[in-house]
């Protein structure tokens, strides 16, 4: 069975650019969710899609935007980018509910130079 | 105030002792849950084990073991028999309420673990 596969595995972008990360959750699960981890620290809430709705928001400024499509794959934008955006983005998907876990793919390692 | 508190910034461990990895816990929520990843040089966090908060028996996964004590709001990690493929950071993350049978995971700042030969 495919896990959750994210693209690009490695980015490198300059200050100012947009970039657009993407993910594809395993099948049957209807939830994809997106975190920044800075190198030493814990992953960060962005975002959450459930069925295609958006069920959260992190504490991210608005150049962060990201959408779930009808077949749940999801896409994070990030407009205008700072120093401070160089991170691993991992992307994670589950089945719903409350006592599942997450399952995590490998992440974007995003480096704003 | 963290949500979720891990003090130990580094363990080491010899293969084939256990070691156990501290975490509390904020939340004036009664029903919450509890969950252990394990992320690797690679990146990937792996989900190990989840303790409900109404769960009254501490959960196992094999070698994992999840030390539930409520009162004190600590959901400490054992592992048992370590191995080397054991080293890894560790995070605990706490689930608070729902969203429509889903929720959004809290993580804390992780713990590295190292086991030497």
């Known amino acids: 069975d495919a896990g959750v596969t994210q693209s690009p595995t490695h980015l490198i972008k300059t200050r100012g650019q947009h970039v657009t990360l993407r993910c594809s959750p395993i099948s049957g699960h209807k939830s994809v969710s997106w975190y920044q981890q800075v190198l030493g620290q814990g992953p960060q809430f962005i975002f959450q899609y459930y069925e295609k709705e958006e069920r959260g928001r992190g504490n991210f400024p608005d150049r962060f935007s990201a959408r779930q499509f009808p077949n749940y794959s999801s896409e994070l934008n990030v407009n205008a980018l700072l120093l401070g955006d160089s991170a691993l983005y991992l992307c994670?998907?589950?089945?719903?509910?409350?006592?599942?876990?997450?399952?995590f793919g490998s992440g974007t390692r995003l480096t704003v130079v | 105030a963290q949500k979720i508190t891990q003090t130990q910034p580094g363990m080491f461990v010899q293969e084939k002792e256990a070691v156990t990895l501290d975490c509390t816990y904020d939340t004036s929520d009664q029903s919450y849950g509890l969950f252990w990843y394990k992320q690797p040089s690679s990146g990937e966090m792996i989900f190990l084990i989840y303790q409900g908060s109404y769960d009254e028996q501490n959960a196992t996964e094999g070698r994992y073991s999840l030390n539930f004590q409520k009162a004190r709001k600590s959901a400490n990690l054992v592992i048992s028999a370590s191995q080397l493929g054991d080293s890894a950071m560790y995070f605990c993350a706490m689930r608070e309420g729902e969203s429509g049978g889903s929720y959004i995971p809290t993580f804390g700042r992780g713990t590295s673990l190292i086991v030497h030969p």
């Open positions: 994670a998907s589950y089945v719903g509910g409350l006592d599942y876990g997450y399952t």
